[in-house]
């Protein structure tokens, strides 16, 4: 087997690994929730009383009576020590879109010497780790390091299983001790009160009386990549910055589509199957899983849950998912362009708003130009998108995320709305003013008779639109893999609670008036769709036509990088849709974009230094060691008398002298410090950095297609790919 030592090891570790069997299965419902501490098993260890109480604050967001706490905490801690638990942890997301925990004992020395098993109502209530520690925007300093997590008793604590032990685990969010959120959870839960308000609201004035609280449910389809370890860990660019930053495409990628949908190679099931018991356990509602389209990518998505607990038990996914990669010998990426030349990944937010009493408040039911309901919460969607697009792009702008959008793979950076044939032709009819009817459901006959016939969708999919309608939800395909869905759920949610609140103000004015229900929601759509039907459009969303008619006839933004799309966060209007709604202060919101744009230029300055790194000690050394040996090999054969074509020696040398060269350009740009502002550096890492890294790439890239395998020490994109 030709190529470098070190690689045919790994390959050969990973054609002779023995592959995990298959569990025996086992009955869904015997795995579903064990590992939660759910509404049942807190109704069998809870008076009475203080279970109802608890039961009303998750339910209908009534609020939490702290004085049960301590009645609370005990049942929590004796459930948890019943499932072999030892250590508690307050679970919170900070601005890293990761997870955040400290481990406590629930051991509490007594004066004798002796220990008991104490978990107080206090410490279920309160936490404390350090404000300062964690990335805040300049609101917590070194002096200033108090912070708090305190109970999120709406999503369920639960028990987290490791080869070391058990840990009950307990959401909560995190504060500064000046108020402000320093977390993901916190404007999530304001975000969602304020969309609730403004709908009642609404629904009220439609004529409802008996209205249950509103909430956003959300579906994140989360995609990945799964390499083998053997590989990864000789990719110092994998190990540190997630995705590949030098490699030769293979001479097959995913150009014939036969891995999409294609029989799941039986190592990766074995994962997925141990990966859906472990999400089953913790009542995460795995429902798919599949093939992606490019080789070596993979699909998992959820049924849809309340947006809060979907939040949270998206974050235990990605980590299920890398924890379980690691117990089967892979390594799972979620960054979103792992590798260069084919698709990336990305997490489609399925989001959605509804209640108990009311139901999906996005449903259109089949005659959807008679459903006013509908289409004012429709309606409210289109304002809000139109509005707050570049908000949209903003809450979805990373370094990783920014080589998917705009590319024929993702959504283009231009956020609109698509409808489907059928509602774009109600919405165009009531800007018209004249509502007539909406396109009937045709029957799909296939013109077999032993198949059977079935309604068809009124309207098709749309894959180029950022934010399309499917059905009855929307769809942000916009977000990458490696996000927490947090950020776009708290946009989504804000802009829908601006929208509805002005819908709401203009209904009461047009009632005021004597103005009939039926025609002052006639009037108000028509004015929606006049101002910002632009918006809306069902073409396709990939092409250069799209657009310069977006930019140039229906002036909407075209963001294409993070480093023009942050700086929307620091816009008056934002910051006033943020304060008005309640959801993040003038401070908070500073702070995000402070962080936001330093994790930006940091991912890029740590990519660049892997680029310096690995030409100089990997790739340039394998250069010269090549050119070595074919100039000790035609030196050889020139003194038998046979003369050898020169022609490689000098392809491989002036690559490998333009390789050094575009490092040192990029060596000496990456020491540049002063920036006479934020946006300023952002836009020199976005436009001089990148390029430069691009420039060793190419030379790169270039080189491993000459190098003789047996020197070329990284694993390759053929390898790492294809070799499951």
């Known amino acids: 087997m030709s190529g470098n030592k070190s690689r045919v090891e790994a390959i050969n570790q990973i054609t002779n690994r023995q592959i995990k069997p298959f569990n025996t299965p086992k009955r869904l419902e015997d795995m579903w929730a064990k590992d939660v501490f759910t509404l049942s098993k807190m109704?069998?260890?809870?008076?009475?009383?203080?279970?109802?109480?608890?039961?009303?604050?998750?339910?209908t967001g009534e609020p939490l009576d702290v004085s049960i706490a301590d009645v609370v905490a005990?049942?929590?801690?004796?459930?948890?020590?019943?499932?072999?638990?030892?250590?508690?942890?307050?679970?919170?997301?900070?601005?890293?879109?990761?997870?955040?925990?400290?481990?406590?004992?629930?051991?509490?020395?007594?004066?004798?010497?002796?220990?008991?098993?104490?978990?107080?109502?206090?410490?279920?209530?309160?936490?404390?780790?350090?404000?300062?520690?964690?990335?805040?925007?300049?609101?917590?300093?070194?002096?200033?390091?108090?912070?708090?997590?305190?109970?999120?008793?709406?999503?369920?604590?639960?028990?987290?299983?490791?080869?070391?032990?058990?840990?009950?685990?307990?959401?909560?969010?995190?504060?500064?001790?000046?108020?402000?959120?320093?977390?993901?959870?916190?404007?999530?839960l304001r975000?969602?009160?304020?969309?609730?308000?403004?709908?009642?609201?609404?629904?009220?004035?439609?004529?409802?009386?008996?209205?249950?609280?509103?909430?956003s449910s959300c579906g994140a389809e989360q995609e990945y990549f799964l390499v083998d370890s053997n590989f990864a860990h000789n990719r110092p660019d994998l190990l540190l910055a997630g995705r590949t930053l030098f490699g030769k495409p293979p001479a097959k990628g995913q150009e014939f589509d036969d891995h999409y949908f294609g029989a799941i190679p039986e190592r990766v099931q074995v994962f997925m199957?141990?990966?859906?018991?472990?999400?089953?356990?913790?009542?995460?509602?795995?429902?798919?899983?599949h093939n992606e389209v490019a080789p070596g990518q993979f699909e998992l998505a959820p049924f849809f849950e309340a947006a809060n607990v979907a939040t949270d038990h998206q974050q235990l996914t990605m980590t299920i998912l890398r924890k379980m990669a690691k117990k089967h010998g892979f390594t799972c990426l979620l960054h979103e362009k792992p590798f260069a030349g084919i698709n990336g990944s990305g997490k489609h937010v399925n989001w959605s708003v509804?209640?108990?009493?009311?139901?999906?408040?996005?449903?259109?039911?089949?005659?959807?130009?008679?459903?006013?309901?509908?289409l004012i919460f429709c309606g409210a969607v289109i304002r809000g998108v139109h509005k707050y697009g570049p908000l949209l792009r903003a809450v979805v702008a990373t370094s990783s995320n920014d080589h998917r959008l705009g590319a024929n793979e993702a959504p283009p950076a231009i956020i609109s709305v698509y409808l489907g044939s059928q509602l774009e032709d109600v919405f165009e009819q009531i800007r018209n003013g004249e509502v007539k009817g909406s396109k009937a459901a045709q029957t799909m006959n296939i013109g077999v008779d032993t198949l059977p016939e079935f309604p068809k969708d009124p309207g098709d999919r749309n894959r180029t639109s950022p934010f399309a309608f499917t059905g009855n939800r929307f769809e942000f395909r916009a977000v990458g893999s490696g996000q927490s869905v947090a950020g776009p759920l708290v946009a989504m949610n804000t802009i829908l609670a601006e929208s509805l609140d002005w819908i709401a103000g203009e209904l009461e004015t047009e009632l005021a008036k004597g103005t009939e229900l039926n025609t002052a929601i006639q009037k108000i759509l028509q004015e929606i769709m006049e101002k910002h039907g632009n918006v809306v459009f069902g073409g396709n969303g990939y092409s250069s036509e799209w657009h310069q008619m977006a930019v140039e006839e229906r002036g909407l933004a075209n963001l294409p990088t993070t480093a023009d799309a942050l700086p929307v966060l620091k816009e008056k209007y934002i910051e006033e849709l943020f304060e008005k709604m309640g959801v993040l202060?003038?401070?908070?919101?500073?702070?995000?974009?402070?962080?936001?744009?330093?994790?930006y230029l940091l991912s890029i300055e740590v990519e660049a230094k892997l680029v310096i790194s690995m030409a100089k000690t990997t790739i340039y050394p394998a250069a010269i060691k090549y050119l070595s040996n074919l100039t000790s090999t035609i030196t050889s054969l020139k003194g038998i008398g046979i003369e050898v074509d020169k022609t490689t020696i000098k392809k491989v040398a002036d690559l490998a002298d333009s390789l050094i060269t575009e490092v040192h350009k990029l060596s000496d740009a990456l020491s540049k410090h002063e920036f006479e502002s934020t946006e300023a550096h952002l836009q020199y890492y976005a436009k001089i950095i990148r390029s430069l890294m691009d420039q060793v790439r190419k030379y790169a890239d270039a080189l491993e297609e000459e190098i003789a395998d047996e020197l070329w020490?990284?694993?390759?994109?053929?390898?790492?790919?294809?070799i499951k």
């Open 43 to 59: 109704q069998e260890c809870l008076p009475k009383e203080i279970f109802k109480s608890l039961k009303k604050t998750i339910q």
């Open 74 to 188: 005990t049942a929590m801690r004796d459930w948890a020590i019943s499932k072999k638990a030892l250590y508690y942890a307050h679970v919170f997301y900070p601005l890293t879109n990761s997870t955040a925990e400290k481990h406590d004992g629930f051991v509490s020395v007594q004066g004798d010497g002796s220990v008991i098993s104490e978990f107080a109502g206090k410490v279920l209530v309160k936490g404390e780790p350090d404000g300062s520690s964690f990335p805040n925007g300049g609101i917590r300093s070194t002096f200033e390091a108090r912070g708090y997590t305190a109970w999120d008793v709406t999503s369920p604590a639960y028990v987290m299983e490791t080869d070391n032990g058990v840990t009950l685990c307990i959401p909560t969010v995190f504060v500064s001790w000046t108020g402000e959120a320093l977390d993901k959870k916190t404007p999530l």
């Open 585 to 599: 202060s003038p401070v908070e919101l500073q702070s995000r974009y402070e962080v936001y744009a330093e994790q």
């Open 273 to 289: 199957q141990d990966v859906e018991e472990s999400m089953y356990r913790l009542g995460i509602p795995a429902k798919t899983r």
């Open 191 to 215: 975000s969602n009160a304020a969309m609730n308000k403004a709908a009642r609201k609404v629904l009220k004035l439609l004529g409802h009386t008996n209205i249950a609280p509103v909430n």
């Open 354 to 374: 509804g209640n108990a009493t009311q139901g999906n408040l996005l449903d259109p039911g089949d005659t959807p130009h008679a459903n006013a309901q509908f």
């Open 713 to 722: 020490a990284l694993p390759t994109y053929q390898e790492m790919l294809f």
